[in-house]
């Protein structure tokens, strides 16, 4: 019997959600300042009437807005447009169907059906198309207006603060990014390297498809979710492999104050593409690659549009035409590095889908103590992938050992 109630327990509360303390605090914090801005300005710019100047699905849509930023179900258009599009169809239904129970079922059921067909799905919705049937001779008298105040200032103005929180106090992604299959850096339709092998964008885009209902998650969200446990599953076969582990200890440097025609004698007797430009701390303050020499020689092929904008202003100033001297003058900041302990499964995307070909490692002190190349993280995965294999093959050859010496079944 025991058994029995902890097995219902199982259906009826779910799993927790793994989401830490501080994520939890600065969902609540944005809640509660967003439903301020709301309730506050609301109340100033709405007339006293009959009629609530607060929809109450305003309260379950900040849930959505502010811990729940990066769902479908948040995004803009889904916020504002289930908002107005359902509380038309309540205003409608409860003008013309006088029975409050028929009127209720049919705003609700309608409201869903127009917010998958508008692709507006939001659950708060469905309250924005029962609010107007359950306020009845209040709603009947403001008409259709009902859909502009409150609820259309309400929606606007929490859309306002989910932004303005999300993005310039928790610095979170809102909108959400919509996912972009395609290879951003180099501009071209193939995909990444990491999404060339394994579950690909088409794959889920099916996957989803094929399960036809409606999941909460983007496939952004998805395809993240994949790629972390895929290099946890990898992180736990090869073991801790470190970037200290894999990097280049033997350094070529630069100071900011080191000639350019030395540096670019360095990079080609070091057969190097980048030196890492420190100070007397060995403090990592720039990096100068190959790409960074070139510049200087004004190819106008490989000018940006913030180039050329540069470039024609400067010749209406009185400049000197020597090129740059120094290091300092063309290297580029700031410079992306990677700490020592950290594990090369986290180094991956860096160096293959993000446009990084050198990545500088640095102690716990900021110091230079390492460099990375793809050259090395290709050779660290094929070893790794090895000694992996050679420990699977141990493990099969111990089996059949075994097996081959116990005695034969009677």
Same mark, same amino acid.
């Given at each position: 019997?025991?058994?029995?109630?902890?097995?219902?327990?199982?259906?009826?509360?779910?799993?927790?959600?793994?989401?830490?303390?501080?994520?939890?605090?600065?969902?609540?914090?944005?809640?509660?300042?967003?439903?301020?801005?709301?309730?506050?300005?609301?109340?100033?710019?709405?007339?006293?009437?009959?009629?609530?100047?607060?929809?109450?699905?305003?309260?379950?849509?900040?849930?959505?807005?502010?811990?729940?930023?990066?769902?479908?179900?948040?995004?803009?258009?889904?916020?504002?447009?289930?908002?107005?599009?359902?509380?038309?169809?309540?205003?409608?239904?409860?003008?013309?169907?006088?029975?409050?129970?028929?009127?209720?079922?049919?705003?609700?059921?309608?409201?869903?059906?127009?917010?998958?067909?508008?692709?507006?799905?939001?659950?708060?919705?469905?309250?924005?198309?029962?609010?107007?049937?359950?306020?009845?001779?209040?709603?009947?008298?403001?008409?259709?207006?009902?859909?502009?105040?409150?609820?259309?200032?309400?929606?606007?103005?929490?859309?306002?603060?989910?932004?303005?929180?999300?993005?310039?106090?928790?610095?979170?992604?809102?909108?959400?990014?919509?996912?972009?299959?395609?290879?951003?850096?180099?501009?071209?339709?193939?995909?990444?390297?990491?999404?060339?092998?394994?579950?690909?964008?088409?794959?889920?885009?099916?996957?989803?498809?094929?399960?036809?209902?409606?999941?909460?998650?983007?496939?952004?969200?998805?395809?993240?979710?994949?790629?972390?446990?895929?290099?946890?599953?990898?992180?736990?076969?090869?073991?801790?492999?470190?970037?200290?582990?894999?990097?280049?200890?033997?350094?070529?440097?630069?100071?900011?104050?080191?000639?350019?025609?030395?540096?670019?004698?360095?990079?080609?007797?070091? +057969?190097?593409?980048?030196?890492?430009?420190?100070?007397?701390?060995?403090?990592?303050?720039?990096?100068?690659?190959?790409?960074?020499?070139?510049?200087?020689?004004?190819? +106008?092929?490989?000018?940006?549009?913030?180039?050329?904008?540069?470039?024609?202003?400067?010749?209406?100033?009185?400049?000197?035409? +020597?090129?740059?001297?120094?290091?300092?003058?063309?290297?580029?900041?700031?410079?992306?590095?990677?700490?020592?302990?950290?594990?090369?499964?986290?180094?991956?995307?860096?160096?293959?889908?993000?446009?990084?070909?050198?990545?500088?490692?640095?102690?716990?002190?900021?110091?230079?103590?390492?460099?990375?190349?793809?050259?090395?993280?290709?050779?660290?995965?094929?070893?790794?992938?090895?000694?992996?294999?050679?420990?699977?093959?141990?493990?099969? +050859?111990?089996?059949?050992?075994?097996?081959?010496?116990?005695?034969?079944?009677?």
């Amino acid at each position: 019997m025991p058994m029995l109630p902890r097995r219902l327990l199982r259906y009826l509360v779910p799993e927790p959600v793994q989401v830490s303390g501080n994520e939890i605090v600065r969902s609540t914090f944005a809640a509660f300042i967003g439903m301020l801005a709301v309730t506050g300005i609301s109340s100033f710019m709405l007339p006293a009437s009959a009629l609530p100047f607060v929809a109450a699905s305003m309260g379950a849509s900040a849930v959505l807005t502010f811990a729940l930023p990066g769902s479908p179900l948040s995004q803009p258009w889904p916020l504002v447009g289930s908002h107005l599009i359902s509380a038309s169809i309540g205003v409608a239904a409860c003008l013309w169907i006088s029975e409050p129970v028929l009127a209720a079922a049919v705003a609700v059921s309608l409201s869903i059906l127009a917010m998958f067909l508008t692709h507006t799905l939001h659950p708060p919705g469905g309250a924005a198309a029962l609010l107007p049937v359950v306020l009845g001779d209040s709603v009947r008298e403001a008409g259709f207006a009902f859909v502009i105040a409150p609820v259309a200032v309400n929606v606007l103005v929490l859309l306002a603060a989910g932004m303005m929180i999300n993005i310039l106090v928790f610095g979170r992604r809102y909108p959400a990014k919509p996912y972009e299959p395609g290879n951003l850096i180099h501009d071209r339709y193939d995909p990444p390297s990491l999404d060339r092998i394994g579950i690909t964008h088409g794959d889920l885009h099916q996957a989803l498809m094929d399960l036809d209902i409606y999941l909460d998650v983007s496939e952004e969200d998805l395809n993240r979710i994949y790629r972390m446990a895929g290099a946890q599953a990898y992180r736990r076969r090869m073991g801790e492999i470190t970037c200290e582990d894999i990097m280049s200890r033997d350094l070529i440097t630069a100071r900011i104050d080191t000639e350019v025609e030395k540096a670019w004698a360095m990079l080609r007797h070091h +057969k190097v593409k980048a030196l890492p430009v420190i100070d007397e701390a060995r403090h990592v303050i720039g990096i100068l690659t190959l790409v960074d020499v070139l510049k200087p020689v004004d190819l +106008k092929t490989y000018r940006g549009f913030d180039e050329r904008l540069v470039h024609f202003i400067r010749r209406t100033l009185p400049v000197s035409s +020597k090129g740059p001297r120094s290091v300092g003058d063309i290297m580029a900041r700031p410079v992306l590095t990677v700490d020592s302990d950290m594990h090369i499964t986290e180094v991956v995307p860096l160096l293959s889908d993000a446009g990084y070909h050198n990545l500088p490692v640095v102690d716990r002190d900021y110091r230079l103590v390492g460099m990375i190349t793809q050259s090395d993280l290709i050779a660290a995965l094929y070893t790794g992938s090895l000694h992996t294999q050679g420990q699977t093959d141990a493990a099969l +050859k111990r089996v059949f050992t075994n097996a081959s010496r116990s005695p034969a079944p009677i």
